[in-house]
């Protein structure tokens, strides 16, 4: 008779979550990073134009707004800079703030991930009934809880 121990000790790969949600990750990385390499930016650079506000967004407030560390976007905005695709500025109030502006070229780059964002979720949404999707948003949910909780390695 197998345990439960005994089994996950020989599962295949194909048999964990973590493969699954890699996989649909890598899958959907790819698809963002094709696109946008036709236009000379990245899935990261595209994430990264969404989030900056039409009325500017402060340079300190972006990376935690997409959930990085402030060192590890110093780079993408040196390079969005150089690009032409954003502008930094000063702030009128308080000159030891820098807030981050789209430039026309920015904008137009942030319509076209805005549009690529919203044909991707229009066919995910088509081809997958709303009930797969709910229970689908729902294991994520608990499984980014668990993580969150430290539940998985008890840190």
């Not at 345990?3 to 890598?26: E, G």
């Not at 920015?106 to 690529?116: L, Y």
């Amino acid at each position: 008779m197998h345990t439960k121990f005994n089994y996950l000790y020989f599962m295949k790969p194909v048999d964990t979550a973590d493969f699954h949600i890699r996989w649909s990750w890598y899958n959907i990385s790819r698809m963002y990073n094709t696109k946008a390499n036709k236009y000379g930016g990245t899935m990261a650079i595209g994430y990264t134009l969404l989030n900056i506000d039409k009325d500017g967004t402060p340079s300190t407030k972006l990376a935690p707004k997409m959930g990085m560390e402030p060192r590890s976007l110093t780079r993408m905005i040196k390079s969005l800079e150089t690009k032409g695709w954003i502008e930094k500025r000063i702030d009128k109030n308080d000159k030891r703030m820098v807030n981050i502006y789209l430039t026309k070229t920015g904008i137009t780059m942030r319509n076209r991930t805005r549009n690529s964002v919203i044909k991707f979720n229009k066919t995910i949404q088509e081809k997958i009934n709303e009930s797969e999707l709910k229970t689908c948003f729902k294991v994520l949910n608990k499984i980014n809880t668990l993580i969150d909780n430290k539940e998985i390695f008890k840190l």
